[in-house]
C-alpha cells in the first residue's frame, strides 16, 4: 500500500518536475557549463551566483571531460549551455559543433565567451550563429581613446565601453550605474572582437567598440591596414533565432570574471565598480528568457455588435479584432504593456494595418470595416520588436461580396424609372379594360391583336 | 625554523594586486551569518578564521550563539569527529569558557580514535584536535607516545607520486588527501612526546617534492594543483585543492627544523594563483584563498604605467599579499631597457628611494627617457640578514612599463596632386587640435596626401602604432603612407562608388597620451563608371533599430458611391411620369368610354373579369417585386399567373372573336 502511494505521489510530483523547457515555462532552470579550467569556477563566481541566486542549477564540467553529453535517450538534460571554453579544441562526450546547433535548434540558450587564441571549434560555433571573429588569432581590441586607466596595464586592451545597444529589454529598464554616481559605470572588455554578419538579420550588437578601436596584434608592429576598426566592431553580440532560442556571443571571458574598480580615459571619474556584473547579470537575464518572451493568446474577432466568431465576413462589415499577450518574467506571465501592436488585414498585401489600443492590462482591441475586397483574408499580428520574441499569428477568414438581396432596394434617383413603369402599367389595364369592354369594329380587331401579341 | 620564503620573481607579463580592502568588504558581505550565527561550525570557522586574516574589527557578533553551540559539541560525547574538531577550531579563535575537565574527556577519546584509525580523515580530525587542544588548555596532556607508529600509519597511505589516499581500501590517490596528511603529519611531529625519526621525514620531503612534480602551470606563470581524477566522490576544485597543499606544507614546513627545498618560482606561482582568482563569491572559495595567502609571501608592485606629462616617478610598491607593508628593504633597478631595440640600456643599477608616508619605493625617471615599451628590471634587497633568512630573495622582477605622454602633432596638411606631374592642385592646412572641416573634390586620377609629423616630448620623430585614415563612405580604409595616394589603385575599394566620402584621422598609441579620432573633411570623389567585372559593394549592415519599430498605418480605400441627382429632382421626375397617365385618363373620358361590349354572358364575363383580374395580380407582383420580393419568387408567380392570364385571356378574346363573327354574318 505505500508502495502504491509513493508510485501515486511521484506521478503527481512528476509533472512539477519536469518543469523545464515548454512553451507555458520558457526559462529553463537546468544549464550546463563547460570550462576550460576549473579555477573559473572561483575567478568568476559573481556570474555563477547571480545565476544560481536565480534559481538555476548550474552543472560545472570540464569541457574536455568524457562523460558530458547534452541529451540522453533523445532528451535534452539541460535548458542551455554555458561555453566559458575558449581554447577546447575538441570537447568531451558526445558534443560536438552539430550537437551544439541542434541544441540550439531546439530553442534552447547558450552563452559562448571566446578570448585570444580562440580555438577553431569555438569560431565555428561562433560563425554559425552570424558572428565573425577577426581572423588573426593573436588579436585583441585596441582602444587608444577609451581605455581603462590602470597603473599595471598600459596596453589599452583593456576596454572601458559604454556603447550599449538602446533596449530596456536585453539590458534591463535600470541604467547601468556606479554605485556613487548617476553617470552610467562602463563595462570592460578585454579580448577579441567580431564583427556581425550583415546579411543574418537576427545578429544585434550589444557592446560595440567606439569609433577609434581596431582589432590587432598589440606585439607586432601594423602593417596592413586593420580588418576591423571602429564602431564595426562588436564586442558582446546576441542572437535570438526564429525559434526564440537566444545566444551571447562575447569576445571576452575576463569580462564575467569578478573583477571590479574602473576609470575611464578622459574622464576624471573613477567608479568603484564596472558596469561588467549588472551588464553581464540583466543580458543572461535576456538570454534565460526571463525578460522579453511573449506569448498571445485568446486571439478573437467578431462583428460589432455580435459575440461568436463568424465563418465569413461580408465586404463592408464592422469587425471587431482582440488578442491578449503576456510576457514571461521567469516565473510568471505579466500583462505585456506596449502601444505598438499592430493587426494586419491581409490579403497578398495588408488592406488595413491598425495599431491595437490597449488597457495596460495586455487586452489589445480594435476594430475596422472589411474592405470592399472580397476573397480569402488573414487576420497577422507580426509583432517583430528589439528584443523581444517576435509574435506571428495569423487566422484566415473568407470575405464575401453582397448577396443578390443585400443590395440598396429604394433609391431615390431610381423613383421615375419606377414611375414610369407603373405608370405604363396602369395605361395597360385600363386599356385593355377599355378595349374588351368598348363598343365598335375597328377598335376591337386591332386590341385583340395587340393583346395576343402581349400574351 | 624555515619558513617559506619567496620575493617576487614577475617572469609573468601580469602583475597581480595583492587582497585590498575590496576582499574585505566582500568578506563581510560574504560572510552573513543568520539569527547570530552560521549554519554550522565549520561556517563559522571558516568565517572568524578570514576575518581575523583580514583584520576586520566590525565582524558581526556572533560569540555568544557559537559559543554555545561549541560547548554543547564537545560537551556531548556522542559528536562527530568533525564536529568536535570544528568546534575546538572554532574555540581557538573566539576563546569560548571551556572547562578543563571537558578537553580532558575528550582526549582519551580522540587517542582511541587514533590508534584504531584506519582512513587519513580519522588521523585529519582527531589529531588536528589535539593539536588544537595542547594550543588552547595547557594543563591536559595531549602527547602521543607512539608518534613514530603513527607517522607510520598515515604515510602508509601515501602513493609513490606524492599524493594520499583517503583510506587503505579506497586504491584512488588525491592531491586534495595529500594536503591533509601533510596537515596531520605536521600535528604529529607537533605532539610527539621524543623526536621522530629523521629519516622518516627526509622520505617525507622526498614526497612533498614529487607532489610539486605534478603541478599544473598556467601561461601567466601562476601554478596550482589539481584533482587528477575528476569523479572522486567529493570533488574539490583548483583552489581548495591548492589551498590544502598549501597549508599542509606550512604546517610542515613549520614543524620540522630542516629546509625544504622547493623552487621560488612555484610558491610564488602558487601566490599568483590564489591572487588571480580576484574576489571569490563563494564562501568556501573565500576561505581557501584566505586562509592560503596568510602565509608569509610579499609581493613587489610597480607602477607599470609612467606618465612623462604627470611627471610621474617610478614608483614600487612592496607588501605582502594581504596588504601589510614589508619589513625595510631596498629595492634596486638593475636594468631598464627598451622593448622595441636591443641596445636601448637606459639606466643601469639605481637603488630607489623610500618614502615612509606613502611607504613605497620610487625612482625620479631620468631626462632621457622618452615615451614607449621598457622593460625594467628589478631587485629586492632585504635590510636585515635576519629577514633575509625569512624571506630569501627569489631573482629579478621583470616588469614591462609604458612610459607615456604627450606627443606634437605639427605641420599638418592635406593636398590633392596631380599625378603625372605632381603639381598641386588644392592645399589645405589643417589644424589637428582644432576642429576642421575641408572640403576637396578629386578624381580618380589624382592623388591625396595628409601629411604631418608627430614628435615625442623630446623632439624624436615618434611612429604611432594605429594610424588609420579612413574614407567613411563604405567603410573603405586607407593605410597611411608617407608616399602620396593614388586614387587610381583605389577605386576598387571604393566600388566605383563615386560621392562624398568623409574623412577621418585616427592616431593612436599605448604610450601616446593625446590619442585622437578626429573628421577632417570631405572629399568629392568622381570615380569611373564600374566595369561589368567589377565586384559588387558588399552588403551593409542595418541599423537594427529601424529594422523593429512599428509599421506605417494601412487603411483600406473604399470605392466612392456613384454619384446620384437630389431627391428633390427624382421625386419631380416621378411626378412627370404619372402626367402621361393622368393625360389618357382625360383621353378616355374625353372618347366617351363604355362597357357596351363587355361580355354579357355568365361564363365570358367570369373570364373577363378574371383576365382583368389576373392583369391587375401581375401588376401587384411588379409592385410587390420593387418593394419585397426577389426575382425568383417573382417569376416563379409570374408563370403561374401568366399560364393563367393566357388561359382566361384567350377564352375571353375567343368569345369577342365569336361575337364579332356572329355580327358580321348577321
Known sequence: MAKLISLLSLTLILPFLCNSFSPDRPTGHRVLVLLDDLALKSSHSLFFNSLQSRGFDLDIKLADDPKIGLQRYGQYLYDALILFSPTVDRFGGSIDVAAILDFVDSGRDLIIASDVNASDLIREIAIECGVDFDEDSAALVIDHTSYAVSSTEGGHTLIASDDLINSDVILGSKKIEASSDLDTAPVLFQGVGHTITPSNSLVLKVLSASPSAYSANPKAKLSNPPSLTGSAISLVSVVQARNNARVLISGSLSMFSNRSAVQKAGSSIKYEKSGNEQFLTELSKWIFHERGHLKAVSVRHHKVGEADEPAVYRINDELEYSVEIYEWSGSSWEPYVADDVQVQFYMMSPYVLKTLSTDQKGHYFTSFKVPDVYGVFQFKVEYNRLGYTSLSLSKQIPVRPYRHNEYERFIPAAYPYYGAAFSMLFTYIASSFGTIGRGGETTVQGSSARLENFD | ?666
Open chain 2, 1 to 666: 625554523m624555515v619558513l617559506l620564503s619567496v620575493i617576487v620573481i614577475c617572469e609573468a607579463a601580469s602583475v597581480f594586486q595583492p587582497i585590498t580592502d575590496a576582499h574585505r568588504s566582500a568578506a563581510l558581505e560574504l560572510f552573513k551569518p543568520s539569527d547570530g550565527s552560521f549554519g554550522s561550525l565549520e561556517e563559522a570557522y571558516e568565517a572568524l578564521r578570514s576575518f581575523e586574516i583580514l583584520g576586520i574589527d566590525k565582524k558581526p557578533d556572533i560569540s555568544t550563539a557559537t559559543c554555545h553551540s561549541v560547548l554543547e559539541t564537545l560537551g556531548s560525547s556522542s559528536s562527530s569527529l568533525k564536529d568536535l574538531f570544528h568546534a575546538l577550531r572554532v574555540n581557538g579563535i573566539l576563546k569560548c569558557k571551556v572547562k578543563e575537565e571537558v578537553f580532558e574527556g575528550i582526549v582519551p577519546r580522540l587517542k582511541a580514535v587514533i590508534s584504531s584509525a584506519s582512513s587519513l580523515l580519522e588521523f585529519y580530525y582527531s589529531i588536528g584536535s589535539l593539536e588544537l587542544i595542547k594550543g588552547q588548555s595547557s594543563n591536559v596532556i595531549v602527547l602521543l607516545s607512539d608518534a613514530d607508529g603513527i607517522f607510520r600509519s598515515i604515510k602508509a597511505l601515501s602513493q609513490s607520486d606524492g599524493r594520499w589516499r583517503y583510506s587503505s581500501n579506497n586504491p584512488e590517490s588525491s592531491t586534495y588527501a595529500a594536503g591533509l596528511a601533510l596537515k596531520t603529519l605536521a600535528g604529529v611531529v607537533s605532539l610527539a612526546s621524543s623526536e621522530i625519526d629523521q629519516s622518516m621525514i627526509g622520505t617525507l620531503k622526498n614526497d612533498i617534492t614529487k607532489l610539486f612534480d605534478s603541478v599544473e602551470k598556467y601561461d601567466d606563470g601562476a601554478f596550482y594543483f589539481d584533482e587528477k581524477v575528476v569523479e572522486a566522490h567529493e570533488h574539490h576544485g583548483p583552489l581548495a585543492t591548492t589551498s590544502s597543499v598549501v597549508r599542509g606544507l606550512t604546517a610542515f614546513a613549520d614543524v620540522t627544523s630542516e629546509n625544504i627545498k622547493l623552487p621560488g618560482d612555484k610558491i610564488l606561482g602558487l601566490a599568483e594563483f590564489f591572487l588571480s582568482i580576484g574576489i571569490p563569491g563563494d564562501t568556501k572559495d573565500f576561505f581557501n584563498q584566505i586562509d592560503s595567502v596568510s602565509v608569509p609571501l610579499i609581493l613587489s608592485l610597480p607602477a607599470t604605467v609612467l606618465s612623462l606629462s604627470k611627471k610621474d616617478q617610478l614608483k614600487v610598491k612592496v607588501n605582502t599579499v594581504l596588504g601589510s607593508n614589508a619589513p625595510p628593504l631596498t629595492v634596486k633597478l638593475v636594468r631598464a631597457s627598451s622593448s622595441g631595440s636591443k641596445d636601448g640600456l637606459l639606466i643601469e643599477s639605481q637603488e630607489l628611494k623610500f618614502d615612509k608616508e606613502i611607504s613605497s619605493h620610487f625612482l625620479e625617471l631620468p631626462k632621457n627617457v622618452d615615451v614607449g615599451k621598457y622593460t625594467f628590471v628589478f631587485e629586492v634587497v632585504l635590510h636585515d640578514s635576519e629577514h633575509e633568512k625569512v624571506y630569501a630573495t627569489g631573482g629579478q622582477t621583470r616588469v614591462p612599463v609604458f612610459v607615456t605622454g604627450i606627443i606634437k602633432v605639427d605641420n599638418a596638411e592635406i593636398v590633392v596632386l596631380d599625378s603625372d606631374l605632381g603639381s598641386v592642385e588644392s592645399q589645405k592646412k589643417l589644424d589637428l587640435a582644432g576642429e576642421n572641416v575641408v572640403s576637396l573634390s578629386a578624381n580618380h586620377l589624382q592623388k591625396l596626401r595628409l601629411s604631418f609629423q608627430l614628435a615625442t616630448p623630446l623632439g624624436h620623430v615618434f611612429k604611432p602604432h594605429q594610424l588609420l585614415e579612413k574614407l567613411v563612405w563604405l567603410q573603405a580604409f586607407l593605410k597611411l603612407s608617407h608616399d602620396s595616394k593614388d586614387f587610381l589603385g583605389l577605386v576598387e575599394k571604393f566600388y566605383y562608388l563615386s560621392g562624398s566620402y568623409d574623412i577621418q584621422l585616427t592616431v593612436g598609441d599605448a604610450v601616446m597620451e593625446n590619442s585622437f579620432l578626429k573628421a577632417i573633411g570631405q572629399i568629392e570623389l568622381d570615380l569611373p563608371e564600374a566595369p561589368e567585372k567589377a565586384p559588387r559593394p558588399p552588403l551593409q549592415p542595418v541599423d537594427p533599430y529601424s529594422r523593429y519599430g512599428p509599421k506605417a498605418e494601412i487603411s483600406h480605400i473604399f470605392r466612392a458611391p456613384d454619384k446620384r441627382p437630389p431627391k428633390e429632382l427624382s421625386l419631380a421626375f416621378l411626378g412627370l411620369t404619372f402626367v402621361p397617365l393622368v393625360g389618357f385618363f382625360i383621353g378616355l373620358l374625353r372618347l366617351g368610354v363604355n362597357f357596351k361590349n363587355f361580355p354579357s354572358s355568365a361564363v365570358p364575363a367570369t373570364f373577363a373579369i378574371l383576365f382583368h383580374l389576373g392583369i391587375a395580380a401581375v401588376l401587384l407582383l411588379y409592385a410587390l417585386f420593387w418593394l419585397k420580393l426577389d426575382l425568383f419568387t417573382t417569376l416563379k408567380a409570374l408563370g403561374v399567373l401568366g399560364a393563367f392570364l393566357l388561359f382566361v385571356g384567350h377564352r375571353v378574346l375567343s368569345h369577342l372573336a365569336s361575337t364579332s363573327s356572329k355580327l358580321k354574318s348577321a
